[in-house]
Structure formats: structure tokens, C-alpha cells
């Protein structure tokens, strides 16, 4: 069932619901409000003939008032009616009459009301008839007016209610009629209800964007960053295949070194957005120095997956011996819930152009093959971290901000992250 149809349902149970519980104490309260009413003009009447003086006459007409009632007179046991059929009063109401009290009272679907008077009093019983029957004309007047006007109801709101629901149904036919590649954002709806699913939805379609830009790019790049080895190993082997060339040997050699550095490049790269995370917490001092760094400086632990980390820094490493100058030292520094591991060299730094894209896969200055910060960016990511890189004066750092472990928790304590 559709959402529409299913709001429908639910708009015609209530619009049923509340007929049918106003219906019923309508109906209650319509006998009820009859029944004192009759009782207050019987009340009335009576005392007005008891200041005129009592009759059987004058009871007669005032019984033919009220639908053909039965007027009565008691006089000790004595009971006189002013018709001939039989009846019966209920032995409350001589014993009431007695006491100097007036009566009222339901016996067989008569109402009965009397006051007293000197040795006995006087009354009428009226039928309940008419009231009895009220229900069933009001039934007939809700299930005609009221039925029509319960349809008009429900057609206005059911109007109202699919006019409210346009705003989702052109986001439905907006989603349909795009292509999978179009990720462009999706326009605000005026309904206030959906904006935040609008805005969920193009932050999700901003990240994909982005992910499939660096994903072309990726492609594009890697791509390029193959064919160059492979046409300098093509032409090696052209030379080797016409006569033996040791240089040409050598060359081919070289570039098969590259090639296979880069695949294995490209294969932590995936083998480490594919796995899941085992974190613990790592102590960053002894990391550093248990890779052959000898000047760590401050000391800090993280809640990181080892192996991974391990990566990250050993390219850190490696980056700055490739393109800087010793001495190479590291620097831990804690900021905001976390932990800032830094690399630092005292090379000629970044070129400004690459400066800003230097975690960009298959960026380098000339030499390497450009992945390992890419590989150091991608271990933020995946531990909710970030990167920098700066420029000093002279040389560079780069570093790598990862969320501080409990301190509770000695480094060899099993640990397992929340959720």
C-alpha cells in the first residue's frame, strides 16, 4: 500500500471514529436532556394545578397535553386514573406521596411525577415513547446530513492532504527521471518536513561527486603513471630483441622495478580501503622509535589500527629521506582529542603548486611514485582523522591527526570500539 492510500485510510478512521464517538454521546445527551426537560414541564404544570385546585378533568386535559399520558389521583390506598385501563404505580410512590415527598420515577417506559397533597396526591405518567424513538430519528438524520457532510469533509481533507504530498511527489519524479551519473543537488522542497531529507540526500550526492571525480582521476592518473614504464620497457626490450645491450638489460630491469613498486602501491592503497579496522590503542613513541627514528620528541597514544598506522608512518618516513634532508625527527603533539603525529625534514619543502594537492594520489616533485602520502591521507579517512602538510623555514612537516585512546586502557589491553 502506498503512502497516499495509507494517509487516506487513516484520515477516513479518524473522520469514523470521531462520527461515530460523537454520534453516541450526542445521542446520550439528546434523551438525557429530553428526559429532564419533560420531567421540568410535567414539574411545572403540576404545581400550577395544585395552586388551581386538583381534578380529574383538569388531569385529563393536562395528560392529552403531553401525548396522551394517564393523569392519577391517590387517596390513602385509593388510586383514581383518568382512563379506564388498568395500571399500576410503583409502591415507592404512594410511600413518597405519604412522606409529604414528590415523585419521580421510570416504571415500564412511563415516566412518572406526583406531588403531594392533604390525605394522598396527585399525578401523571407520560409514555417514554417519543424518547425512546428519538435516537432512532437522530440516527436517520446522521446517516443522511451527516453522512453527506462526513464525505465533504473527508473529500476537502483529502484535497489538502495530496496537496501537502506534492512537494514529496515531484522529489519522486525528480530522483526517477535522472541518470546515475547526474549528481547535480536536488532543488529545496517548500515543504518543511522534507527539507532535511533534500539536504541529506545532496550531501550525499556531493560526496559520491567527489568520490567519482577522485575515482576518474584515480583512474586517469594511474593509468599514466603505468603506460610511462610500460613504453620504456617496450623500448628496452625492441633493443634487446635486435642485439644484447647490458644498458638495455638494465633499463628494462628498471622500469619492471617501477612498474611492480607502483602495482604494490596501488594494492596497499586497496587492500586498506577494503578491510575493516582492528583498533587498539598504539603508543606513538615506541612506533616511532621501533622504526629506526632516533629523535621523537613529546609522546602521545592513539586509538588506531596498528598495521595501518605502521603504514602511515613508515611513508611519512620514507617521504621525507626521498625528498628532504636529514636530520629527520618526529614530533607528537596532542590537540583537541587527539593526537598530531609530525615528520620533519630540513629539505627545500614543497613547490607551492603542489603544496595543496600533495595527498592527491600520484603527485610527486620528479621522483617517487606519488602514493605514499596518498596512502597516509587514506589512513586518516578511514580512522576519522586529518592530514597536513607544511612548508618551514627551512624544510618541510607533514603530519597526521588521529582521535586520542582512553587512558584507562594500558596499550597491551584488548580494546573493541563502541557500536
Do not use: C
Not at 622495478?257 to 582492528?278: I, K, T, V
Request: proline residues 7%; neutral net charge.
Amino acid at each position: 500500500m502506498t503512502l497516499r492510500a495509507r494517509l487516506l485510510l487513516v484520515l477516513l478512521l479518524a473522520l469514523l471514529g470521531l462520527a461515530l464517538t460523537l454520534g453516541g454521546l450526542s445521542l446520550s445527551e439528546a434523551r438525557r436532556a429530553v428526559r429532564e426537560d419533560l420531567e421540568g414541564a410535567l414539574f411545572a404544570r403540576l404545581s400550577l394545578l395544585k395552586e388551581e385546585g386538583v381534578s380529574l378533568e383538569e388531569l385529563f386535559r393536562l395528560a392529552q397535553g403531553f401525548g396522551g399520558g394517564v393523569g392519577f389521583v391517590v387517596r390513602g390506598e385509593e388510586v383514581v386514573y383518568t382512563d379506564l385501563a388498568p395500571h399500576t404505580l410503583p409502591p415507592e410512590l404512594p410511600k413518597a406521596l405519604a412522606r409529604g415527598e414528590a415523585y419521580r420515577g421510570l416504571e415500564g417506559g412511563w415516566l412518572l411525577v406526583a406531588l403531594p397533597t392533604e390525605g394522598g396526591g396527585f399525578g401523571l405518567m407520560v409514555s417514554l415513547e417519543g424518547v425512546r424513538n428519538l435516537p432512532r430519528r437522530l440516527l436517520l438524520l446522521y446517516l443522511t446530513y451527516g453522512g453527506l457532510l462526513l464525505l465533504l469533509v473527508y473529500l476537502v481533507f483529502a484535497f489538502l492532504l495530496l496537496r501537502a504530498l506534492a512537494p514529496l511527489y515531484r522529489l519522486e519524479r525528480e530522483v526517477a527521471r535522472r541518470s546515475p551519473l547526474d549528481l547535480s543537488p536536488l532543488p529545496v522542497p517548500s515543504l518543511p518536513e522534507l527539507r532535511p531529507i533534500v539536504q541529506a540526500l545532496n550531501r550525499l550526492f556531493a560526496e559520491l561527486e567527489e568520490a567519482l571525480s577522485l575515482a576518474q582521476r584515480f583512474a586517469y592518473h594511474a593509468s599514466h603513471e603505468l603506460r610511462t614504464p610500460l613504453a620504456a620497457l617496450k623500448g628496452y626490450l625492441e633493443v634487446l630483441e635486435r642485439f644484447p645491450e647490458p644498458r638495455a638489460l638494465q633499463g628494462a630491469l628498471r622500469e619492471a622495478r617501477r612498474m611492480e613498486a607502483l602495482l604494490q602501491g596501488l594494492l596497499q592503497l586497496a587492500r586498506l580501503e577494503g578491510r575493516p579496522l582492528r583498533l587498539e590503542p598504539v603508543d606513538l613513541r615506541d612506533l616511532l622509535l621501533g622504526l629506526g627514528l632516533k629523535e621523537v620528541e613529546g609522546e602521545g597514544r592513539v586509538l588506531a589500527d596498528r598495521e595501518a598506522l605502521e603504514m602511515a608512518v613508515r611513508n611519512l618516513l620514507e617521504n621525507a629521506r626521498l625528498h628532504g634532508k636529514e636530520p629527520v625527527r618526529a614530533r607528537i603533539a596532542p590537540e583537541g582529542g587527539g593526537v598530531w603525529v609530525w615528520v620533519e625534514d630540513r629539505g627545500p619543502g614543497f613547490p607551492p603548486e603542489l603544496l595543496e594537492r600533495a595527498f592527491e594520489p600520484f603527485v610527486h616533485g620528479g621522483r617517487g611514485l606519488g602514493l605514499g602520502l596518498a596512502l597516509v591521507a587514506l589512513v586518516a579517512r578511514r580512522h576519522g582523522g586529518r592530514v597536513r602538510a607544511e612548508n618551514l623555514l627551512p624544510g618541510a612537516r607533514v603530519g597526521l591527526w588521529l582521535p586520542s585512546a582512553p587512558l584507562q586502557l594500558s596499550p597491551d589491553a584488548p580494546f573493541r570500539p563502541k557500536g
